[in-house]
Structures are given as structure tokens and as C-alpha cells.
């Protein structure tokens, strides 16, 4: 039986680097797309919504 790749699978070590690469990038994508959205919040609405909003991207 040939064994398949799962999550919880030990890898080389050059893999594990270039996942790791792969998430910290998506991390900080989605990090500045959220300070934006904050900062822009800020510039034209005095107060928080009383109820919850949803965040879109463009």
C-alpha cells in the first residue's frame, strides 16, 4: 500500500520551510487587509456598529 500525504504526516525539512513561507505570507496579507479596513472605519464612522458587520473585499 503506497502511504498518502495527510495533514498530520512528518515532511522534509524544505517542505515544512516553504509551507511555513507560504502561511506567514497569507498572514500578513490578511493582517493589512484588516488595518485597512480599521483604519478606514476610523476615518468616517464616529462610533461601532451595535450590531455585527461583515468586512469585503475588493
Request: aromatic share 12%; glycine share 8%.
Amino acid at each position: 500500500m503506497k502511504p498518502v500525504t495527510g495533514a498530520f504526516m512528518i515532511m522534509d525539512a524544505d517542505t515544512a520551510i516553504a509551507d511555513a513561507r507560504d502561511i506567514g505570507r497569507e498572514v500578513h496579507r490578511m493582517a493589512i487587509v484588516f488595518l485597512r479596513n480599521w483604519m478606514a472605519w476610523g476615518l468616517f464612522v464616529e462610533g461601532l456598529p451595535q450590531r455585527g458587520f461583515f468586512v469585503r473585499r475588493p
